[in-house]
């Protein structure tokens, strides 16, 4: 049976976004609620709903309109230390650590979760979702929209900082005969 998943990355936070800044995770501002309105009726028909655990996910999918279930499995991935800190930063004060963090997704300099890490949990959610779940939707960060994107073209982990996902973009993902496919749209 067949799976389509439509990932939405979610809302941005506004100011954040523009500072790079690990982990923020306000709600969206008002300019950011009325782009969340405009594509809702992009999401309709699914019979499961899923929302990452953080204040912005949640939100998004409410504003939505979507009776999300919390999955924790989509939560961002943890930046440690680093949660809080612009990359500007970072750049300035550890720039061995983020260099390495860059080039070597096992690596967690910052003491939290490797992109490596991130991107075998979200395939382990995507892998993990049943047959006969049939069309769901899922509001997550754009890294988890990355780490799905990662998965389903089987680029692994180090191809991860080559892919890039906007707040708010819609990703749609088919799974059949347990193999992932791309559904560009």
Same mark, same amino acid.
């Given at each position: 049976? *067949?799976?389509?998943? *439509?990932?939405?990355?979610?809302?941005? *936070?506004?100011?954040?976004?523009?500072?790079?800044? #690990?982990?923020?995770?306000?709600?969206?501002?008002?300019?950011?609620?009325?782009?969340?309105?405009?594509?809702?009726?992009?999401?309709?028909?699914?019979?499961?709903?899923?929302?990452?655990?953080?204040?912005?996910?949640?939100?998004?999918?409410?504003?939505?309109?979507?009776?999300?279930?919390?999955?924790? $499995?989509?939560?961002?991935?943890?930046?440690?230390?680093?949660?809080? &800190?612009?990359?500007?930063?970072?750049?300035?004060?550890?720039?061995?650590?983020?260099?390495?963090?860059?080039?070597?997704?096992?690596?967690?300099?910052?003491? !939290?979760?490797?992109?490596?890490?991130?991107?075998?949990?979200?395939?382990?959610?995507? $892998?993990?979702?049943?047959?006969? *779940? !049939?069309?769901?939707?899922?509001?997550?960060?754009?890294?988890?929209?990355?780490?799905?994107?990662?998965?389903?073209?089987?680029?692994?982990? !180090?191809?991860?900082?080559? @892919?890039?996902?906007?707040?708010?973009?819609?990703?749609? #993902?088919? &799974?059949?005969?347990?193999?992932?496919?791309?559904?560009? @749209?």
């Amino acid at each position: 049976m *067949t799976v389509r998943l *439509t990932l939405l990355a979610a809302a941005p *936070t506004g100011p954040a976004v523009r500072a790079v800044r #690990f982990g923020d995770d306000r709600p969206p501002g008002e300019h950011e609620r009325e782009q969340i309105l405009t594509i809702a009726a992009r999401l309709s028909g699914a019979r499961h709903h899923f929302t990452a655990p953080s204040a912005r996910c949640r939100e998004t999918a409410r504003l939505l309109g979507l009776p999300a279930a919390v999955e924790p $499995d989509l939560r961002d991935g943890d930046m440690g230390s680093w949660t809080g &800190r612009t990359l500007d930063d970072i750049a300035a004060r550890d720039p061995a650590s983020l260099g390495a963090w860059t080039a070597d997704p096992d690596a967690a300099p910052h003491g !939290g979760e490797s992109v490596s890490e991130l991107c075998a949990r979200v395939a382990r959610w995507l $892998d993990g979702l049943p047959d006969g *779940t !049939g069309r769901a939707v899922s509001v997550a960060g754009p890294a988890v929209v990355r780490a799905a994107v990662v998965h389903a073209l089987g680029a692994g982990p !180090g191809s991860f900082p080559r @892919v890039d996902v906007l707040p708010l973009a819609v990703v749609r #993902f088919t &799974r059949r005969a347990g193999r992932w496919n791309l559904r560009l @749209v």
